[in-house]
């Protein structure tokens, strides 16, 4: 395999996961009942809203960093509705750009490492405090889940196969 092939491989990787990200936190993230946005399991805790507006701020940087730039924005959590849509509108940006005929300009492994596991992580905190809030999302298994690359807006595919 010649590094532009694993290059290649390695990119499609990264949009590959860029899905299961969009698959993952529009789950998370449909049918969250009103009072989300603002629940708090502690006073210390982040609210639901200002973790998406925190992912949000790690799709930004992951853009940046694709530009080979490194710039970090702290952003003031808006309406959950704009957070939402700012989300998928960053996961569908951040994926143009990895289909970019030119590479990134870091290192796929530090744009994995960095945001892309962040915002993952994040996600979980999401679908955990969906279920602490009283509105539980079904389980899933995940691998048997419609994911493609390139699909990474808040519609997604169906699942195959949750459970309680």
Known sequence: MTTRE?????????RHT??????RAGKAL??????????????ASRTPLQILAHMNDLLDWARHLAKGE????????????????RLFEGIESFDRLLAAPEPPGYPAERLFQGPIADALSHTGQLAMLRRLAGSPIRGENYSKAEIVA?????EQAAPRREFD
Do not use: K, M
Not at 30 to 43: D, K, M, N, V, Y
Not at 70 to 85: K, R
């Open 6 to 14: 694993a290059g290649t491989q390695t990119i499609a990787f990264l």
């Open 70 to 85: 490194h710039v970090w924005n702290d952003s003031t959590p808006g309406a959950w509705e704009h957070e939402v849509d």
């Open 30 to 43: 449909r049918g969250a009942p009103e009072s989300f946005a603002e629940f708090r399991i502690g006073p």
């Open 18 to 23: 860029l899905a299961t990200l969009a698959y």
């Open 150 to 154: 390139g699909r990474c807006g808040i």
